[in-house]
């Protein structure tokens, strides 16, 4: 990461783990082991324990995500959550687009894109994900297809908005797969992530935009890929539901 034009943010993703009681003390072990951290600090939690990880983090350094978040404000949507409703029980964060859930939940760009601009106009930071699947690395077409992504999630973003959003970089391939990309690899990718927001939007504007790593990142490999340049933070799945693995790579993020 380049530390004099961006902050680092390392972020846990719980995914679907973690009870409201397990979540409370997960964080109350989390918080001391990451007090003096230099990067910013999330954790984003399943919706039913925003509220017990508020409390829990209270007078900490860590923030509070979720996991995803609709893009109206309310009606009939069953089985959704609105950014009101986030906001309002104090999540600072959302994860949006997660492969996870284009995979699995039918969540397109277009969709990424319209909860990506509700998220903004709440006043909450969104971490939208992209990420290129194994055939298409394959074939050749990575930067096709994170082009594509990053064009489409954040289209009708404004220069202003988009230094709220934090990109995560995660390879489908990468993530849970114990298959981390090489640091190279994930340099490559977000050094072009960064080229492709500098077209749409400027230089300046692409400079001060955090790009996160995801994909089987852990206390043993966190330091390499946060040494590149354009590698500013990390999303990190299993490791973060590990009290001292997610203490340890958000350590890396200081060095
Ligand atoms: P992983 O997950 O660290 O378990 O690979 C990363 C993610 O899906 O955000």
């Not at 949507?77 to 009101?84: P, V």
């Amino acid at each position: 990461m380049n530390k004099t034009l961006r902050k680092a943010v390392i972020a846990g993703n719980w995914k679907m783990n973690k009870t409201p009681s397990e979540a409370k003390a997960l964080l109350t072990e989390i918080a001391p082991l990451v007090k003096d951290a230099e990067a910013e600090v999330i954790a984003c939690v399943p919706y039913v324990d925003i509220a017990v990880a508020v409390e829990t983090v209270k007078g900490t350094n860590i923030k509070i995500g979720a996991e995803n978040a609709h893009w109206e404000e309310k009606g009939a949507f069953t089985g959704e959550i609105s950014t009101g409703m986030l906001k309002e029980i104090g999540v600072e964060y959302v994860v949006l687009g997660h492969s996870e859930r284009r995979q699995y939940f039918g969540e397109t760009d277009e969709t990424v894109n319209l909860r990506t601009k509700a998220v903004l106009a709440a006043g909450l930071k969104p971490i939208v994900c992209v990420g290129e699947l194994l055939k298409e690395r394959e074939t050749n077409i990575t930067q096709e297809v994170i082009a594509r992504q990053i064009k489409l999630d954040l289209l009708g973003v404004s220069a202003e908005d988009v230094k709220n959003v934090v990109i995560a970089y995660e390879p489908v391939w990468a993530i849970g797969t114990g298959k981390t990309a090489t640091a190279e690899q994930a340099e490559e990718v977000c050094a072009f992530i960064r080229e492709t927001l500098a077209k749409l939007y400027s230089k300046e504007v692409a400079d001060s935009i955090t790009i996160q790593y995801g994909g089987s990142m852990n206390d043993g490999n966190a330091a390499e890929l946060l040494g590149k340049e354009n590698v500013d933070g990390g999303l990190i799945g299993g490791a973060s539901l590990v009290a001292e693995k997610f203490a340890a790579i958000v350590s890396a993020a200081n060095a």
